[in-house]
């Protein structure tokens, strides 16, 4: 009896990590009032601070082109959701 108990245990708890993997999402968000200085998609320190403060230290910063016939790059954060 104990036996099945653990495994049962094992397969539900094998179930929650497939699910939130599976579901997992990147969620994006610009920030176009950040100060981006940008080398190429890599960005400065005011950028990280900013999509650090507003979604947490897994969160990741990059430039990117918002519009492409305008060459201003915008700070952007993306986080899994």
């Given at each position: 009896m104990a036996n099945s108990k653990f495994s049962v245990a094992v397969l539900c708890y094998v179930i929650l990590l497939l699910s939130v993997g599976i579901d997992a999402k990147e969620c994006n968000e610009g920030?176009?009032?950040?100060?981006?200085?940008?080398?190429?998609?890599?960005?400065?320190?005011?950028?990280?601070?900013?999509?650090?403060?507003?979604?947490?230290?897994?969160?990741?910063?990059?430039?990117?082109?918002?519009?492409p016939v305008l060459p201003t790059q915008v700070c952007w954060c993306s986080w899994t959701c």
């Amino acid at each position: 009896m104990a036996n099945s108990k653990f495994s049962v245990a094992v397969l539900c708890y094998v179930i929650l990590l497939l699910s939130v993997g599976i579901d997992a999402k990147e969620c994006n968000e610009g920030l176009p009032w950040v100060n981006a200085y940008c080398f190429g998609e890599e960005v400065t320190t005011p950028c990280w601070a900013e999509c650090y403060k507003r979604h947490g230290s897994y969160a990741k910063a990059y430039c990117r082109n918002v519009a492409p016939v305008l060459p201003t790059q915008v700070c952007w954060c993306s986080w899994t959701c």
